[in-house]
């Protein structure tokens, strides 16, 4: 077999692999247990426009700041006000994403306009 023969094999076997992770990704609307539903929108003191991608981009930030401190109400704490607490900025803070800091603004803005 030549390298490029090879290599396009490779690729083609990474490729599969990503595809068949992806299918097998549990569509439930569950992040590691926490509830992505349009109830936990409104729990949450959301008024914006519900946007599930948004929304889940936001709450995998308090899932991780959680991880990283492992306090048990941190998850909650983060959510709370529709991710507008101060909770949310120092996770943003704690997990280096400052850079991005307008552009979670903006996703706040939008899943919680009043």
Known sequence: MHPHQSRVLV?????GALVASVAAIPTTGTILGHPLSKRSFFDIQCKGVYDKSIFARLDRICEDCYNLFREPQLHSLCRSNCFSSQYFTSCLESLLLTEEDENFSQMVEFLGKK
């Open 11 to 15: 690729c083609a076997l990474l490729v």
